[in-house]
């Protein structure tokens, strides 16, 4: 509702019809307090703008651990620059496209992170949800000890002895065999409460701190702050502020939801078996993928959040990238409700330029093309996630009025999720060729901006 409100007040300031952009700009919009003209640069505009969507995107996202196996005896090309590159090219490139181009969906992995951590945290004496984050994000990860290694397994409240162990006498960590991740189904509690380290060791394991949280959001709100106070003064948002402004309401509720999981941590807890110990999946068994429709399929689950059903962790080197643990059914779709909503506001934040100028009448035209089709396309998946919700929790069986409202969003989310990106793409791509022209107004500053401190 805030998100909404937000919308529309900057709709009706910017774009009133009493004031309207092309009109004069009155000597009180110009004029700063000691009397001066006070202008901002076009350079100035694009670096306000880049700097902060680069927060929201890059800095905001709190990646799961992408666990490489250590290499001995590297070169130094290899260790320097040839493994940093590859891991930027092929997992964080990767992850910040997505979050450029579907945000929503990075929020939606966030919320369901935050609700299996809270499950998790609740099973195990004395955790935390930082303790549930770090378990869903791969901080526990299987090694083999080499054979004839010396070690003694942990036992368990019954006295029985437990198939992890810990390696005693000459034992050097160089010659472990790294097996797969581990879910919180694979360790007993017993052994979860040995071998996890406090909240405040896992905080230490990630490369951000409260401080640094906390300068992003000052940042963020900086600038919504800054685009509220240009509609109040009936100064014009270029559409690449509008853009930017979507995208620091968004993230705002990622880096809420993401506050207490440690970021950037690449060196999960080692937890050990012997040689001669095998490993199986825990829990329940992953579900198949139907060979005629899998694309189908893949589309719906990986778009409402359930494609980790599908994922056998003990086959895997590293816990995927979206893994956020098995949800109940109930818990998923609800998980996904919230987001969606937010994914519709979103979209409708960049109908605060819908009456902008803009420099030719098809990028106006795309412009509002690509803005209707962000509104609908999440809320498509809000109406399927909330009907799933309340279905699955009530447990009643769906009439055949709402089985056809299902089939239907069904369908338009998987004829519609390419719509969605390239909408996406587009008005990123008129955001900036729109700064070949813009009006006067554009280029004048809120006066009490220069006096209040920002980054």
């Not at 719906?300 to 098995?326: A, C, H, L, N």
């Not at 330029?353 to 809320?379: D, K, N, Q």
Request: hydrophobic share 45%; glycine share 6%; proline share 6%.
């Amino acid at each position: 509702m805030i998100v909404l409100l937000l919308t529309y007040y900057l709709a009706q300031s910017v774009h009133s019809d009493a004031v309207p952009i092309s009109a004069p700009i009155e000597l009180r919009d110009v004029v700063s307090c000691d009397g001066q003209n006070s202008q901002r640069t076009l350079a100035g505009i694009v670096w306000s703008c880049l700097s902060t969507i680069f927060l929201c995107t890059w800095v905001a996202v709190h990646p799961n651990v992408h666990f490489r196996p250590e290499k001995q005896h590297q070169r130094w090309f290899e260790k320097w620059l040839w493994d940093p590159l590859h891991e930027l090219l092929t997992y964080k490139l990767p992850l910040f496209l997505w979050a450029l181009l579907v945000p929503e969906y990075i929020l939606s992995w966030a919320v369901r992170q935050y609700v299996q951590a809270g499950v998790i945290s609740k099973q195990v004496p004395g955790w935390t949800r930082t303790h549930g984050h770090f378990m869903i994000m791969g901080g526990f990860h299987l090694f083999r000890l080499p054979v004839d290694t010396a070690s003694i397994p942990l036992s368990l409240k019954s006295s029985k002895p437990s198939s992890i162990v810990i390696p005693t006498g000459d034992h050097s960590r160089e010659n472990d065999d790294p097996v797969c991740p581990l879910k919180y189904e694979d360790v007993p509690v017993d052994i979860l409460k040995i071998i996890a380290p406090t909240e405040t060791e896992l905080k230490d394991k990630g490369k951000s701190d409260a401080l640094t949280k906390i300068i992003v959001l000052v940042q963020t709100v900086w600038f919504v702050v800054q685009c509220i106070a240009r509609g109040s003064q009936r100064l014009p948002l270029t559409e690449l502020e509008v853009v930017t402004l979507a995208y620091a309401t968004l993230n705002f509720f990622i880096y809420v939801f993401w506050w207490d999981k440690p970021q950037n941590v690449e060196c999960p807890i080692r937890v050990y078996k012997t040689a001669t110990e095998m490993h199986g999946e825990s829990g329940e068994m992953a579900d198949k993928w139907e060979e005629n429709w899998a694309w189908l399929g893949k589309i719906f689950f990986y778009t409402v959040g359930g494609q980790d059903s599908f994922v056998t962790i003990s086959e895997k080197q590293s816990i995927p990238m979206f893994w956020s643990g098995r949800l109940s059914d109930h818990l998923l779709f609800g998980a996904g409700l919230g987001p969606s909503i937010l994914g519709s506001a979103f979209g409708a934040i960049h109908c605060v330029a819908w009456s902008s100028e803009f420099p030719s009448r098809p990028e106006l035209i795309l412009w509002r093309i690509s803005c209707i089709a962000m509104i609908t396309v999440p809320f498509t998946v809000a109406i399927l996630c909330a009907m799933m919700a309340m279905g699955l929790r009530e447990g009643n069986d769906l009439n055949n009025l709402e089985v056809a409202i299902l089939i239907i969003c069904f369908f338009l989310i998987i004829l519609s999720a390419w719509l969605y990106i390239a909408s996406r793409i587009a008005t990123l791509v008129i955001a900036f060729t729109t700064l070949r022209s813009l009006p006067p107004a554009a280029f004048t500053t809120v006066n009490w901006t220069t006096f209040i401190p920002h980054i």
